[in-house]
């Protein structure tokens, strides 16, 4: 499955088969958009591509076809950061002939006709005007109706219908978009909270690794936050980096495991940030130290690596494109539903099996981080949880105070209690546990979290 990928990948960002579907946008959008003068003359059109480096040669495909036909109009890229494709640093700002803070503004201008993007604006990003959309990325879930939804922004002035609006879509299957649109068509309710206590927990692992000091993190945050510039901040990422690649000696799994952990903690916060008080100050500041090494840490997968000498003998004179679909109608269901949260169990790169006990997840990873000392079997290590879990949900409080409880903070208190009752009849037979449950703050708070989660697989 995962040569898989990499083949299709290698195929569909190569820059002839990009030059292929550049001549079949504008052979659409100039006739079909511009020359109709769809939307009183000033429809524009977003094409979304896999990556940065996709939406770069795309962006240069798309230019040199408009230099052949005379440059009827403009296109802008938008991307962040720098990205280096063929030996050349490229930036959105180099690349459009104007300041990244000015995209926004300068694609509202009636010569831009096309942005190409990425990941950036691909939601959020209000223009009217747009009304086609030429999509090349994997799109699903939240972010296909999102990213799609891009269209959906009323234009009255400039008569915008639903027949101008168009989507030519290269990656997805119909049914891709219909299963990604079900959840959001009528009414949506989440199934249940994010449990962002996982941050705790996630960000003790990734502290324990030795990748970062916290002292460069928090020189990272003092300098980023004043602005200093840019070549000041690298060296203290490049010296966590160098920790990473060479001076821990990491094993690759080891490796890959750092890396998941630090875009789960990256994730799972950015989501959260956004909705929830500014409490934590730590989470933040290892958020943002996180943001920019995570680039900066590479990972060896074998299996992959040995794909390279296949995928230098592609011939790509074969490659072809076929029109599978056209005009056809999307029929979504009606019927209220729901989604799940986010995740909440830490992910890494150790064992992972899809169809693992989300209840021996939770265990193995408390027990990782804590009774690995305890001369004990894992099998006795987990069997220890499972009889703290049952205690708890014996308790003559358990049903009243915390199932049927709607409220959460008065639910978490009443755990609280519920907890400290059951460690106390166990203090005699559990000294050591108790102890750390007494005495150490991170054990509690990881016991307490562990024994929340596993309550709420009840």
């Given at each position: 499955?995962?040569?898989?990928?990499?083949?299709?990948?290698?195929?569909?960002?190569?820059?002839?088969?990009?030059?292929t579907?550049?001549?079949?946008?504008?052979?659409h959008?100039?006739?079909?958009?511009?020359?109709?003068?769809?939307?009183?003359?000033?429809?524009?059109?977003?094409?979304?591509?896999?990556?940065?480096?996709?939406?770069i040669?795309?962006?240069?495909a798309?230019q040199?076809?408009?230099?052949?036909?005379?440059n009827?109009f403009?296109?802008?890229?938008?991307?962040?950061?720098?990205?280096?494709?063929?030996?050349?640093?490229?930036?959105?700002?180099?690349?459009?002939?104007f300041?990244?803070?000015?995209?926004k503004?300068?694609?509202?201008?009636?010569?831009y006709?096309?942005?190409v993007?990425?990941?950036?604006?691909?939601?959020?990003?209000?223009?009217?005007?747009?009304?086609?959309?030429?999509?090349?990325?994997?799109?699903q879930?939240?972010?296909?109706?999102?990213?799609?939804?891009?269209?959906?922004?009323?234009?009255?002035?400039?008569?915008?219908?639903?027949?101008?609006?168009?989507?030519?879509?290269?990656?997805?299957s119909?049914?891709?978009?219909?299963?990604?649109?079900?959840?959001?068509?009528?009414?949506?309710?989440?199934s249940?909270?994010t449990?962002?206590?996982?941050?705790?927990?996630?960000?003790?692992?990734?502290?324990d690794?030795?990748?970062?000091?916290?002292?460069?993190?928090?020189?990272?945050?003092?300098?980023?936050?004043?602005?200093?510039?840019?070549?000041?901040?690298?060296?203290?990422?490049?010296?966590?980096?160098?920790?990473?690649?060479?001076?821990?000696?990491?094993?690759?799994?080891?490796k890959?495991?750092?890396?998941?952990?630090?875009?789960?903690?990256?994730k799972?916060?950015?989501?959260m940030?956004?909705i929830?008080?500014?409490?934590?100050?730590?989470?933040?500041?290892?958020?943002?130290?996180?943001?920019?090494?995570?680039?900066?840490?590479?990972?060896?997968?074998?299996?992959?690596?040995?794909?390279?000498?296949?995928l230098?003998?592609?011939?790509?004179?074969?490659?072809?494109?076929?029109?599978?679909?056209?005009?056809?109608?999307i029929?979504?269901?009606?019927?209220?539903?729901s989604?799940?949260?986010?995740n909440?169990?830490?992910?890494?790169?150790?064992?992972q099996?899809?169809?693992?006990?989300?209840?021996?997840?939770?265990?193995q990873?408390?027990?990782?981080?804590?009774?690995?000392s305890?001369?004990?079997t894992?099998e006795?290590?987990k069997?220890?949880?499972?009889?703290?879990?049952?205690?708890?949900?014996?308790?003559?409080?358990?049903?009243?105070?915390?199932?049927n409880?709607?409220?959460?903070?008065?639910?978490?208190?009443?755990?609280?209690?519920?907890?400290?009752?059951?460690?106390?009849?166990?203090?005699?037979?559990?000294?050591?546990?108790?102890?750390?449950?007494?005495?150490d703050?991170?054990?509690?708070?990881?016991?307490?979290?562990?024994?929340?989660?596993?309550?709420?697989?009840?």
């Amino acid at each position: 499955m995962k040569a898989q990928k990499k083949l299709r990948a290698f195929v569909e960002q190569h820059q002839q088969t990009i030059n292929t579907k550049a001549e079949i946008i504008l052979d659409h959008f100039i006739p079909k958009v511009v020359n109709t003068k769809k939307l009183k003359g000033k429809a524009k059109a977003m094409v979304i591509t896999q990556s940065i480096e996709s939406a770069i040669r795309y962006f240069k495909a798309l230019q040199r076809i408009l230099m052949d036909k005379g440059n009827p109009f403009k296109i802008a890229i938008a991307f962040s950061g720098t990205k280096m494709v063929d030996g050349i640093e490229y930036t959105e700002a180099e690349m459009n002939g104007f300041s990244e803070k000015d995209t926004k503004e300068k694609f509202d201008e009636d010569e831009y006709r096309i942005l190409v993007v990425a990941n950036k604006y691909l939601t959020g990003f209000d223009q009217p005007k747009l009304s086609a959309m030429y999509v090349d990325k994997k799109l699903q879930g939240v972010l296909a109706v999102q990213a799609l939804s891009r269209l959906n922004r009323s234009a009255n002035k400039l008569g915008k219908k639903t027949e101008d609006l168009f989507v030519l879509d290269f990656f997805n299957s119909t049914d891709d978009i219909k299963n990604s649109f079900d959840p959001f068509y009528t009414a949506t309710s989440l199934s249940g909270a994010t449990d962002v206590n996982v941050l705790h927990e996630l960000k003790d692992v990734l502290d324990d690794v030795g990748v970062y000091e916290w002292e460069e993190v928090e020189e990272f945050n003092e300098k980023f936050f004043n602005k200093v510039d840019a070549q000041e901040l690298s060296p203290l990422t490049e010296r966590a980096a160098e920790r990473f690649i060479h001076e821990l000696e990491l094993e690759d799994d080891d490796k890959a495991d750092f890396k998941i952990k630090a875009k789960q903690f990256v994730k799972i916060y950015g989501q959260m940030a956004a909705i929830m008080p500014y409490q934590i100050v730590d989470w933040e500041k290892l958020f943002w130290f996180l943001k920019f090494l995570i680039p900066k840490l590479p990972i060896k997968n074998q299996d992959i690596d040995t794909l390279d000498e296949l995928l230098e003998s592609v011939d790509l004179s074969t490659y072809g494109l076929e029109r599978v679909r056209l005009n056809e109608s999307i029929g979504l269901d009606d019927s209220e539903s729901s989604v799940d949260p986010q995740n909440p169990n830490p992910r890494g790169a150790h064992g992972q099996d899809e169809d693992k006990d989300p209840l021996d997840l939770i265990i193995q990873s408390f027990n990782e981080r804590w009774f690995d000392s305890f001369g004990e079997t894992a099998e006795e290590r987990k069997l220890k949880l499972i009889s703290y879990n049952k205690s708890i949900q014996a308790h003559p409080d358990f049903e009243t105070k915390l199932v049927n409880n709607i409220d959460n903070q008065n639910s978490d208190l009443a755990l609280k209690k519920i907890i400290d009752e059951v460690m106390s009849s166990k203090r005699k037979q559990e000294l050591e546990v108790y102890k750390l449950y007494a005495k150490d703050e991170t054990f509690y708070r990881a016991f307490f979290d562990t024994m929340k989660r596993m309550s709420s697989l009840k």
